[in-house]
């Protein structure tokens, strides 16, 4: 597989020549280094779909989506937050692979049907000790590695007038990274969702978080 990485950069500002969450990309978005085999890949969607949980949300079970989160509790309580040593070895060695070494919060939703979704929202920022987030897309099944799996949308204020809204929308396929500064984003009030559930996928997010009491996955 080869990852589609998308580089979203709070708005109001002309960043990397990659996709911004303010303008189109200038060329196509660059391919990184081929992750593991795909068995191994499939593994570690497997363990996350089978991990997931609805957990409870004003005292009823969340529909939208299923939790799980491994390593540092970020947002969701004990009920699906589990150790980070029990993620397993072959996404370790994916991460290792990409380069992706510095967290301890890894957080999984899962999106099973097209009523699947997470509504507008910032990160909470107070909880961070790196700004910048890393969310990954996987299809859950093989057969769609190769299709549109969601969208991903941001939006914030308008300089000309904070009641209209600006958008940018990035459909995630199977291996799409988007990254932002989640500080920043807050600052400029910059919201995002996953919206248009095509097919069942699994997003992993990656963060570090402070006040860190657990072995990092490296």
């Known amino acids: 597989m080869q990852q589609t990485s998308i580089s979203c950069f709070f708005p109001g500002r002309d960043s990397a020549r990659t996709v911004s969450a303010t303008e189109p990309p200038a060329t196509e978005p660059s391919a990184q280094a081929e992750a593991p085999k795909l ?14 949980r609805s957990p409870l949300i004003r005292g009823a079970p969340l529909r939208t989506r299923r939790i799980a989160v491994f ?3 970020y947002y969701w309580g004990e009920s699906v937050t589990f150790p980070i040593n029990q993620l397993p070895l072959s996404f370790c060695k994916w991460c290792v692979s990409n380069n992706y070494k510095d967290f301890n919060s890894v957080l999984v939703n899962v999106y099973d049907g097209k009523f699947s979704n997470i509504r507008w929202h910032m990160d909470a920022t107070n909880s961070l000790q790196k700004e910048e987030v890393i969310s990954i897309s996987f299809a859950a099944l093989r057969k769609h590695r190769k299709k549109p799996l969601a969208d991903f949308e941001f939006r914030w204020p308008d300089k000309k007038g904070h009641s209209k809204k600006k958008t940018k929308t990035i459909s995630i396929e199977h291996g799409t990274v988007v990254r932002f500064d989640a500080v920043k984003h807050r ?8 919206t248009k559930t095509l097919r069942p996928h699994v997003n992993v997010t990656l963060r570090k978080v402070a006040e860190c009491r657990r072995q990092v996955c490296a």
């Open 187 to 194: 600052r400029k009030q910059c919201e995002h969702r996953v």
């Open 71 to 73: 390593g540092e509790r």
């Open 39 to 52: 068995d191994d890949e499939q593994e570690f969607v497997d363990f996350f779909l089978s991990k997931a």
